[in-house]
């Protein structure tokens, strides 16, 4: 991807996600590998969500994702009730097993590091990818046993990794701390692609059977999770509690900013320095024009102050939007400072973009 504006994200609740199929996923993927490009990958599902609208540091990872794909039934169907044009789900399990299948003459080669996993799992897997001698490389494992980040992130780790020259490294620690050891240590590392696709260890190693493919096209495979793995109940019931609450208390409030007026209203937009002014609607219709200025603000130095409080209508594809151009200056070390309209203001708190 040469932008983040080149990306189709949509912020679904604040969380931005990519407009992408499975097809469309794996071929970025095998595109970063074969161009030795970064792209580190989240898979937002219900438990993502959760935590990203309570931590600000998990929605922040989020956005400093180079991809966010919809991993779970609830997050595709809340997205489609916001207007983004989701065409299915996107599940890492399902995006490795894609790129794992690939037998075409043409499918270049991927090497695989994992790297952390329940007791055993990390090697299996790599055992498991090494009989199988098909597109997937096995190019290594580790397993850190317990511990912080920092002490799971040692010269030793990384130089083993590197040493291994994988081209995708899969991370089993939690999501939580996983994608926290993914920040901590990604700049240091070789490989381009990195992910946090916990399950995907222990599918490859064979510990847990993944779903049947009908199970998953019914949105249920958290019900073939859970007897599988009985312990994961209580988080599957403590998310859906906390899903049903912020959907309850907040989808109007997204769907409101975004209902069209009579008239559609055009963009207009007005630097002053860092600052930009814009009015008008901030739709689909007018995402270009959307894209054009927050593109130029992101090349203007130091923070940036965005002044949407003549803006009437805004949808999850200008949040979206909004959240690249937040991603352009976080990744820099400066902040967006957005002032709403009392129109989107509350779309904007929902979101979780307001200062």
Known sequence: MNSAFDRDVWAVFGMPLDNVSLDEAARLIEQAVKTRTRLSFVTPNVNWMVRALKNEEAMRQIV?????????????????????????????????????SDASSDALPIRVFFFGGREGAAEAAFN???????????????????????????????????????DFIIVSLGAAKGQDWIEYNQSNLEAPVIAHLGAVVDFVAGSIQRAPGWVSR??????????????????????????IGIVKGNLGRLKKAARPKQTRQPVEAAFNGSALTMSGDL???????????????????????????????????????LRMLEQCL??????????????????????????
């Not at 490389?137 to 799971?152: K, L, R, T």
């Not at 967006?336 to 309209?341: C, G, K, Y």
């Not at 989107?344 to 307001?354: C, D, G, N, S």
């Open 128 to 166: 498991a990818l090494n009989e199988e001698q098909g597109r997937m490389i096995a190019a290594g494992w580790h397993n850190p046993g317990f511990g912080d980040v920092e002490s799971m992130s040692s010269t030793q780790i990384r130089d083993k990794i590197n040493a291994a020259n994988p």
């Open 218 to 243: 019914l949105g249920v495979e958290w019900v073939w999770r859970i007897f599988a793995e009985p312990s994961l109940w209580r988080r599957y019931w403590n998310d859906g509690k906390d899903l």
């Open 283 to 321: 739709v689909l219709e007018t995402r270009e024009e959307i894209r054009d200025n927050l593109s130029r603000a992101a090349q203007k130095p130091g923070d940036c102050q965005l002044d949407l409080t003549a803006v009437r209508t805004i949808d999850a594809s200008a949040l979206g939007q």
């Open 330 to 355: 976080m990744r820099r070390g400066n902040r967006l400072e957005i002032l709403p309209s009392p129109e989107i203001e509350p779309a904007l708190q929902v979101a979780r973009m307001t200062l």
């Open 64 to 100: 400093n994702a180079d991809l966010s794909l919809a991993d779970g039934a609830p997050v595709v169907w809340l997205a489609r009730q916001l207007g983004m044009p989701l065409e299915e789900r996107v599940a890492g399990s399902d995006l490795f097993d894609r790129l794992r």
